[in-house]
């Protein structure tokens, strides 16, 4: 990019040009037809199937921590996602039976709770204490397949 400039800037200063004549934009222009004459290589790195070959590194991410690890892929995280979810369920589930104390929740717990709800996880604990209490009632109810799906 210097060398663009600096031949533009010969070109400028040995001619006398002025800043708004025909010669100056022209200038301008092959200096940015350069720039990207100078770039096109670099293209190849932004291809998908070439940057792998050519760079060799492996996507990264951070965890909750802050350590830098190998990114995982969304199937892994919509599997923790769900294992995380399944055990707040069965949290909710003995809270509500008084087989455990609910958690105090504090920061970031709070906020998770929260998230949820907004999220309408207290719709599908709902259904599922619907589902308890048709059972304990005896009949069967349509939403006794969502409590066998959840649990």
Same mark, same amino acid.
């Given at each position: 990019?210097?060398?663009c400039?600096?031949i533009l800037?010969?070109?400028?200063s ?12 022209t ?5 940015k037809?350069?720039? !990207?004459?100078? &770039? @096109? +290589?670099? $293209? %190849? ?7 792998g070959v050519?760079?060799h590194t ?6 909750k921590?802050?350590?830098?690890v190998?990114k995982i ?6 599997r923790?996602?769900a ?6 369920l ?6 509500a039976? !008084?087989r455990r &104390? @609910? +958690?105090l $929740? %504090?920061?970031?717990?709070w ?5 949820d ?7 599908t604990k709902r259904?599922l204490?619907a589902a308890?209490a048709?059972r304990?009632?005896?009949?069967r109810?349509?939403?006794s ?7």
């Amino acid at each position: 990019m210097s060398v663009c400039f600096g031949i533009l800037g010969f070109f400028m200063s040995s001619e006398g040009m002025a800043f708004m004549g025909w010669r100056f934009r022209t200038s301008l222009y092959f200096g940015k037809m350069l720039i !990207g004459l100078f &770039a @096109a +290589p670099f $293209l %190849l790195f932004k291809t998908p199937v070439l940057a792998g070959v050519l760079v060799h590194t492996v996507p990264t991410g951070y965890n909750k921590a802050g350590a830098c690890v190998p990114k995982i892929n969304q199937g892994e995280i919509d599997r923790r996602e769900a294992q995380r979810q399944a055990a707040k369920l069965v949290l909710d589930r003995d809270v509500a039976d !008084g087989r455990r &104390a @609910a +958690p105090l $929740l %504090l920061g970031w717990a709070w906020l998770d709770d929260r998230w949820d709800r907004f999220l309408g996880l207290f719709a599908t604990k709902r259904a599922l204490e619907a589902a308890r209490a048709a059972r304990k009632s005896g009949r069967r109810s349509s939403s006794s397949s969502a409590e066998a799906h959840l649990l």
